[in-house]
């Protein structure tokens, strides 16, 4: 699901990342529950991820949106 999802996958990885900055735990612990969620719960999360990205805008993975 993250893998396929151009709309988030890059913000989620840049937490992952600490790019461009580390990133503190809540945002982290989001990012690892995303990144393990099964098809059912990743859609339950997405639109409040979507959400906390808009408050968080600057993390960006320079990896390619990789892990």
């Known amino acids: ?5 151009p709309q988030i996958s890059e913000w989620i990885h ?3 990342h600490g790019e461009p900055a ?3 735990d809540f945002l982290k612990t989001l990012a690892e529950a995303l990144k393990r969620a099964d ?3 990743y859609a339950f999360l ?3 991820v979507v959400l906390i990205m808009r408050r968080f805008p600057k993390y960006k993975c320079q990896c ?3 892990l």
């Open 1 to 5: 699901m993250l893998e396929t999802d």
């Open 22 to 24: 580390p990133a503190g």
């Open 39 to 41: 098809p059912i719960n």
């Open 64 to 66: 390619g949106g990789r």
């Open 46 to 48: 997405k639109p409040g």
């Open 14 to 16: 840049g937490i992952l």
